[in-house]
């Protein structure tokens, strides 16, 4: 029999250390507060929020249907992509290269391919389409294995492709398709950031809006893309999605010509630095050594610095908002608190980081609260969910109130909360590094830089680094679940 003692001993342990590995990291984040009285901006903002206003609603039609459009058409291509993806799972090739994709972001891969196709659709399918195809197969691969093999053996010696399509598809549907549509507002919020870098979605309306102090049209398109996230289970039927892509495709911005040869100069050279493709090996290795000084070095401290302090922080608004949506334990109550979660894990990190930026200034401080107000949203989510599935097997008379949160549901909850709190590590990893576009010192402000200055062989050097570094918290991620023996609940 397992030793809950030691095991319930064992977790708060590992809490405490990631907790004081927090603390730690504080110090080493550049947090300043360059704005010494926010409140006065932040009531303007607040009288926004509750007077939005667009003057052409054709305009934000538009760009809404955009970014549907961009969310749709990638969810659906990387969707099977990762199925493919999955059914080689198994090789270790398959498994670096989808770690390698899922691990630089959406917009690093936006700034890439711009260069190349400009501000168009095929930028932000590619940008969405190549880092969800990793995460698809990642997941996929894991659904898959969690199916029972008996109706698959029963197939004989069926080819793999066979046996994927009329056995392990099939058997694992519901929890394949259950997680697409999750990905799929994934892929709106994703969409909408996408704007940040001058692509025709929402993002691009709001960053301009607050720029120049909007703030009751910021807010317009801020509910317009909640009202979308928060309506998709009211809209997107499966029997209208070959409907809807056919329009996604029909809606999507207009595709520029594009010089071939200049996406071979790009790929072959641009992205290298000079001594390299000269077979210079000294002078290669002082290129990369200047980077990695004046650059790397610097910003991995702040981006790890304040992915460790997000974390924690996610970690501890997630256990103090989980219990107030959760009928559960605080009955009727609980449609508040699921609305504010709503809003929490709808808006994207980089937007929540924009609005931080404009009461606090450039500094570590609005990357953190934004990255733990999402993910402690999205977290407390979940452990509201499974807080409610639970209850269906306790006893009527029970606990209440707050000895039922802290002696009943809490005990039982904590195991799922910290491997959805760890799980979510290379997310926040990823989502650290691009606050860096907002002017933050992470590596996402150096890459930015590069791509300004035309400097592609750096900010391709520098998105490598960002790549490895999500890859290495994702196997030190995986080691510490399995060390804890934490199983991941699915999203």
Same mark, same amino acid.
């Given at each position: ?38 409140w ?21 039609? %538009? ?47 936006g ?14 399918l ?15 691969a ?11 053996n ?14 392990? %598809? ?17 892929a709106?919020?994703?969409?909408? %950031? ?22 009751? *049209? ?23 999605l ?24 790009f790929?072959?050279?641009?992205l ?7 077979g ?25 610095a ?6 924690v ?12 949506a ?46 733990a ?5 999205? %977290? ?42 760890f ?15 907002l ?13 300004? *200055? ?38």
């Amino acid at each position: 029999m397992r030793d809950t003692h030691s095991t319930g001993a064992g977790l708060r342990t590992l809490s405490l250390w990631f907790a004081l590995v927090a603390i730690i990291a504080l110090f080493f984040a550049d947090i300043f507060l360059y704005q010494p009285d926010p409140w006065i901006e932040l009531s303007r903002i607040g009288t926004g929020m509750v007077t939005p206003y667009w003057p052409d609603i054709s305009e934000l039609a %538009i760009s809404a249907l955009h970014t549907i459009s961009f969310a749709l058409l990638g969810v659906a291509v990387s969707a099977c992509l990762g199925v493919l993806l999955a059914m080689w799972f198994h090789r270790r090739v398959v498994r670096v290269f989808s770690a390698v994709i899922r691990s630089v972001h959406e917009i690093f891969w936006g700034l890439l391919f711009m260069q190349v196709f400009g501000l168009s659709a095929l930028t932000g399918l590619l940008a969405i389409i190549i880092p969800f195809s990793g995460i698809f197969a990642k997941l996929f691969a894991d659904i898959f294995h969690q199916q029972p093999a008996t109706a698959v053996n029963t197939m004989g010696q069926a080819d793999r492709l066979s046996r994927f399509i009329y056995g392990w %598809i099939p058997q694992a549907w519901p929890a394949l398709s259950s997680y697409v549509r999750y990905r799929f507002e994934c892929a709106l919020r994703s969409s909408a %950031i996408l704007g940040f870098i001058g692509l025709p979605t929402l993002g691009f309306h709001l960053e301009t809006a607050f720029r120049q102090g909007d703030y009751s *049209e910021a807010a317009a398109v801020f509910w317009v893309f909640l009202l979308i996230i928060g309506t998709v289970r009211f809209w997107l039927y499966k029997r209208f999605l070959p409907f809807y892509l056919l329009a996604a495709i029909f809606l999507l911005p207009e595709m520029p010509p594009v010089n071939a040869s200049f996406i071979w100069q790009f790929f072959t050279q641009d992205l290298w630095p000079v001594p390299l493709q000269q077979g210079d090996l000294s002078g290669t290795l002082s290129w990369y050594g200047r980077v990695v000084s004046d650059e790397v070095i610097p910003a991995l401290i702040q981006t790890i610095a304040i992915t460790q302090a997000a974390l924690v922080l996610s970690g501890v608004l997630a256990l103090m908002w989980y219990p107030f949506a959760s009928r559960w334990l605080v009955r009727g109550f609980s449609l508040i608190g699921r609305f504010k979660l709503l809003v929490l894990r709808s808006v994207p990190e980089l937007m929540l980081a924009y609005l931080f930026m404009l009461l606090f200034g450039p500094s570590a401080l609005p990357a953190i609260f934004a990255l733990a107000l999402h993910n402690g949203g999205l %977290i407390a989510f979940l452990l509201a969910n499974h807080s409610e599935d639970a209850a269906d097997n306790q006893r009527i008379d029970s606990a209440s109130g707050v000895v039922r949160y802290f002696y009943q549901d809490l005990p039982q909850r904590y195991p799922a909360f910290l491997a959805l709190l760890f799980y979510r590590w290379e997310v926040i990893m990823r989502e650290s590094a691009i606050m860096g576009v907002l002017g933050i010192a992470t590596l996402g402000f150096f890459i930015d830089s590069a791509f300004e *200055e035309i400097r592609f062989d750096k900010a391709f050097f520098l998105i490598l680094v960002a790549a490895m570094l999500n890859v290495v918290v994702d196997s030190v991620s995986r080691r510490v679940r399995r060390a804890a023996g934490l199983t991941t609940p699915r999203m």
